[in-house]
């Protein structure tokens, strides 16, 4: 019996060891964070298709109206021309999504079959997208990442919102897009 708990002790040591070790609650901010990449690389690689192949491209409102705007109430968000916020469930491909885009517009459909949404989907982790149609046709995907790993992207994305000091303010987003020194 004595041997049976000594054998029991040991175990619970080295499970509690490979827990500190692993840190699941970073691992899972990983994974979260590696699919906001992704679908911001995806919604990136969808809008090139989209300009392309349009007969005449818009990338919807690009104002304080644009669909970056997900709870008008909120005050925070990556632009200043647009205030937005969390839980957008809106991921229509068809322009009413919270990229007002008419993807589905082109010829052979959507090269996507719905708009992604954050997989933390909070006031603190979303996506948000803002755009300019003039002179040139140009955007800007914008979200939050919170893995240790990862959030050094955010300060080294060549964007505008790369002040980071608690990963979390009004600086700091990781962006990608089209627009020059993506500063829309």
């Not at 690009?62 to 200043?80: E, N």
């Not at 979303?126 to 300019?132: E, G, I, L, S, V």
Request: aromatic share 8%; with cysteine.
């Amino acid at each position: 019996l004595v041997e049976l708990l000594i054998v029991i002790a040991i175990l619970a040591v080295l499970a509690a060891a490979v827990v500190v070790v692993l840190n699941p609650a970073e691992l899972l901010a990983q994974a979260r964070d590696s699919q906001r990449v992704s679908d911001l690389d995806t919604m990136k690689n969808a809008l090139a298709i989209y300009i392309s192949q349009a007969s005449s491209p818009s990338l919807g409102t690009c104002t304080a109206g644009g669909r970056c705007t997900f709870d008008p109430t909120a005050t925070h968000g990556p632009f200043a021309t647009a205030t937005c916020a969390a839980v957008s469930t809106t991921n229509t491909v068809a322009g009413a999504g919270w990229i007002n885009v008419d993807l589905s517009s082109i010829a052979g459909g959507s090269p996507i079959p719905y708009l992604p949404v954050d997989p933390s989907n909070t006031a603190t982790y979303f996506y948000a997208y803002m755009c300019a149609n003039s002179p040139t046709l140009t955007y800007e995907l914008d979200a939050r990442l919170e893995s240790q790993k990862q959030r050094s992207k955010m300060a080294s994305d060549g964007g505008n919102k790369n002040t980071c000091a608690t990963y979390i303010e009004d600086t700091c987003f990781y962006e990608i897009g089209t627009d020059p020194a993506l500063d829309l």
